[in-house]
């Protein structure tokens, strides 16, 4: 298959370029807060509309901070040193979603300690949201020809612009659709039953790990880096402890829970 054409700007104006990419994160962050804002409302959470507001722009503050220094951190850390001033050329791109979690996980706890509300009751709810905004970020990917698949013979394999001749697989779709409605449904299902605060938001960390660590097999390792462990890629080794340690906070909590009563 072809790449269909896609233009990743959708609007310009005079100089200003408006990117596809740039308008998944907006309509990410506006589906977050109808989101969280019913979230809260069911769980009776000391929040006005306001205060959801100010919430998703301390995590999107986070996230964008997190994202462009973890990609720093973890995939291009020599080029930066050589060259300090692209570390603000965002317009080059290099942004990572580890990053943006821990940014968007600090955010958060600054912003309950604030408003001295647990944790816990915020990121259950804040985190049911994140698939909606993981599904638009890789179907931004996709129409930017980027982070795509490692070479295949599958019917639905694509020939990405600036990839070779030969057709890969369009992993970005493949992450689209396990962190996105699949992992937006589990989580649905997790937080409509009583569990111990906490749980879906470890659910959601077990859930990435394992699907990113999964669709890794199938997407080409970053061209700087290559395979960092063995035959394993930095995606990987980021995304494992996620699932070992979301598994384990799982349990604790519960064990928790069960002594408490």
């Known amino acids: 298959m072809t790449f269909p054409h896609f233009d990743p700007v959708f609007l310009r104006i005079g100089p200003l370029q408006f990117r596809w990419y740039g308008l998944m994160y907006i309509i990410g962050f506006i589906a977050a807060y109808f989101i969280i804002k019913a979230g809260t409302k069911k769980k009776r959470l ?7 507001a100010d919430l998703i722009f301390t995590v999107a503050l986070g996230v964008i901070l997190g994202g462009r220094l973890g990609y720093i951190l973890f995939y291009d850390l020599q080029v930066y040193l050589a060259k300090p001033l692209e570390i603000f050329a ?6 990572s979603f580890h990053g943006g979690l821990l940014g968007a996980v600090a955010a958060g706890f600054y912003y309950t300690r604030k408003k001295q509300i647990g944790f816990y009751d915020i990121a259950d709810v804040g985190f049911t949201a994140a698939p909606v905004g993981l599904f638009l970020g890789r179907i931004g990917n996709f129409i930017n020809g980027e982070l795509y698949g490692r070479v295949t013979d599958v019917p639905w394999g694509i020939v990405f612009p600036g990839a070779g001749d030969l057709p890969r697989h369009p992993s970005q779709l493949y ?87």
């Open 46 to 52: 000391p929040l006005s509309k306001d205060d959801v």
């Open 90 to 95: 965002v317009w080059h791109g290099g942004m």
């Open 175 to 261: 992450e689209a659709i396990l962190e996105g409605p699949l992992m937006f449904f589990i989580l649905w299902l997790v937080g409509r039953r009583k569990h111990p605060a906490g749980v879906v938001f470890w659910s959601f960390m077990g859930l990435y790990g394992l699907f990113r660590f999964t669709v890794e097999f199938f997407r080409e390792p970053d061209a700087q880096l290559g395979f960092v462990v063995g035959r394993f890629s930095m995606g990987q080794m980021l995304s494992l402890p996620m699932l070992l340690v979301g598994c384990g906070m799982i349990i604790r909590l519960y064990r928790s829970d069960a002594r408490s009563r």
